[in-house]
């Protein structure tokens, strides 16, 4: 079960935020009975977006993964 501060990833992409399948989050609140708010920022620290999405559209990170860089500014 994920909780309040976990880190997660996305499962899908997200356009209207430049979010793509694979970006990271953290888990800001827990909807009951299901789902999460996930900020994710950039690695400065600075917000990209806070967002409500389903249990299915996040999953948590797992052991040995990797953080990727890129740049989220839209076209």
Known sequence: ?????DSVVLSRDLPAYS????????IV???PPGGYE???A???GEPIAVT???????RATA???VAHAR????N
């Open 42 to 44: 950039a690695l400065d």
């Open 38 to 40: 996930v900020e994710f």
């Open 19 to 26: 979010l793509k399948c694979g970006d990271a989050g953290t």
């Open 71 to 74: 740049d989220t500014t839209p």
């Open 52 to 58: 409500s999405l389903a249990k299915k559209e996040v």
């Open 1 to 5: 079960m994920l909780i309040e501060h």
């Open 63 to 65: 052991r040995r993964e």
């Open 29 to 31: 609140l827990v909807h």
